[in-house]
C-alpha cells in the first residue's frame, strides 16, 4: 500500500476518533491457490500464496472497555460501538462479527483482552472474488490483538483460531486453506499444505518476465454452498466404494494409474469424474512444486490448462463466466496458462502472462468477456507477498 493511502487513512482515523497518539499500522494479504482446487477435502495437497493485494488496519489501545470500530469500505454504517462484555453478542450480516469472534476464540484458548481499542480497517479486497476477504480480515485482527495485546499467540495456533472464527462464530464451514495461507505467507514463495497433516514447506516462485493476472468474473457466487455440498458429497461416496477392495483413507492416496485400474469399484460415470480429479488435481499439486523448484514456468502453465479443464468437464464447477475468462485467456500471446481459482461457479480464475502483454491481454479478454458474459470482468495484477504482519 501505497505512503499516500497510509497517510490518508490516518488522517481518517483522527477525524473518526477524534485522537492518535499511539497508532500502530498492520497488513494482512488476500491468497489466490496457484494450483489444487477441490484437493483440500478428499486429503490431498493445496498450493496457496498471499498476494499484495489486501486488508490495512489501523489500530491503537484506549482506556476502558469500549471498542470502537470504522470502516472505510461500509462508511455509511459510521461508527460501531460496544463493551467488552459484549463480544458475544453477533449482530446479523455487521462486519464486526469479525472482530468479536477472534476476540472470542483468543479469550476461550485462554489469552486476556481486557481493554478497549480503536479500529480503522480498510480492504483491497473485492468480496465474493474468492480471494479470502473474511480470512483476510480474521488475520488482520487476530496480528492487532497479538500485538496490542503482547499476547505470544503461535503463528499456527492463531491461524487455526481464525478458521475457528470463521466456522463457528461467523458460521462458514471452510478448511484451513486460506487462513494457513494468509498467516504463513512469504513474498515470492507458495506454499505446498498438506491438509491432512497441516504439513507445510514453502516453495520460491520466480516468475521472472511472467506477472499473475487475476481476472473477477463480477459475479454473484449465490450457487457455490450447495454445488459444494453436493460435490463434498459426490467424492466421499466414491472414497466409500474404493474403500470396499483398496486400504486408503482419502482419494488423494492414490497415484492416477491406480485410480485409473480401480474405477470399476466406483462403477458410476459421475462419481469416477469426480473422483478422478480430486486424485489427478493432487497429483498436479505435486508436480507444480518440482516445476517451480526447476524454475520451468511452461510446465506450470500446462498444469494450469489441465486443472481448468478438469475442474470444467470432471468436476464441473465453472459455469460460463469463468470458461470464457480462462479458456480466452489461454488462446492469448505471452499466456502460458490459465485456470479458474476457489470453488467456482464465479469467483476469479487466475493467468501467467508475460508482464509486457497485461495491458493487450486485458482488452482482448476483457472484451470477449463482456460480449459473451454482457457485463465486464475486473483485472488486478497481483505480486506473492508476505503474510498477515504488523507494518
Request: hydrophobic content about 40%; overall charge negative.
Amino acid at each position: 500500500m501505497s505512503t499516500e493511502k497510509i497517510k490518508e487513512l490516518k488522517e481518517k482515523f483522527f477525524k473518526v476518533f477524534g485522537e492518535a497518539s499511539a497508532i500502530e499500522e498492520f497488513f494482512s494479504p488476500g491468497r489466490i491457490n496457484l494450483i489444487g482446487e477441490h484437493t483440500d477435502y478428499n486429503g490431498g495437497y493445496v498450493f496457496p500464496a498471499a498476494i499484495t493485494i489486501g486488508t490495512t488496519g489501523l489500530a491503537q489501545l484506549r482506556e476502558g472497555k469500549r471498542i470502537r470500530l470504522f470502516s472505510e469500505n461500509f462508511s455509511e454504517i459510521g461508527l460501531i460501538e460496544f463493551d467488552l462484555s459484549e463480544v458475544n453478542d453477533k449482530v446479523e450480516g455487521s462486519w464486526e462479527n469479525f472482530v468479536k469472534g477472534m476476540i472470542v476464540m483468543l479469550q476461550g484458548a485462554g489469552y486476556k483482552i481486557d481493554k478497549g481499542f480503536d479500529l480503522l480497517v480498510y480492504g483491497e479486497i473485492p468480496t465474493a472474488s474468492g480471494l479470502s476477504s473474511s480470512a483476510s480480515l480474521e488475520l488482520l485482527i487476530g496480528v492487532i490483538l497479538d500485538e496490542l495485546f503482547h499476547l505470544n499467540v503461535p503463528r499456527l495456533e492463531l491461524v487455526q483460531l481464525g478458521q475457528k472464527t470463521e466456522n463457528e462464530f461467523i458460521g462458514v464451514n471452510s478448511g484451513i486453506l486460506d487462513q494457513f495461507a494468509i498467516g504463513f505467507g512469504k513474498k515470492d514463495e507458495a506454499i505446498l499444505l498438506d491438509c491432512n497433516t497441516l504439513k507445510y514447506e514453502m516453495v520460491p516462485v520466480r516468475l521472472g518476465d511472467y506477472s499473475i493476472v487475476i481476472m473477477n468474473t463480477k459475479k454473484s457466487r449465490a450457487l457455490t454452498e450447495s454445488k459444494y455440498n453436493e460435490r463434498f458429497a459426490e467424492t466421499r461416496i466414491a472414497l466409500e466404494r474404493l474403500q470396499t477392495k483398496l486400504d486408503i483413507q482419502s482419494l488423494a492416496e492414490l497415484t492416477n494409474e491406480e485410480f485409473d485400474a480401480n474405477t470399476n469399484l466406483i462403477g458410476d460415470e459421475i462419481l469416477i469424474k469426480r473422483a478422478r480429479h480430486a486424485v489427478y488435481e493432487n497429483t498436479r499439486c505435486k508436480i507444480a512444486k518440482k516445476v517451480f523448484v526447476a524454475g520451468d514456468l511452461k510446465e506450470f502453465g500446462k498444469l494450469l490448462n489441465a486443472s481448468h479443464e478438469s475442474l470444467k468437464n470432471d468436476y464441473e464447477v465453472t459455469g460460463i463466466e469463468l470458461d470464457t475468462l480462462a479458456e480466452t485467456a489461454q488462446k492469448q500471446k505471452g499466456v502460458l496458462g490459465a485456470r479458474m481459482t476457489g470453488a467456482g461457479f464465479g469467483g476469479c480464475a487466475i493467468a501467467l502472462v508475460k508482464t509486457e502483454k497485461i495491458a493487450t491481454f486485458e482488452k482482448a479478454v476483457g472484451d470477449k468477456y463482456l460480449k459473451v458474459v454482457g457485463y465486464p470482468a475486473e483485472f488486478y495484477v497481483a505480486q506473492i507477498g508476505d503474510g498477515s504482519k504488523k507494518l
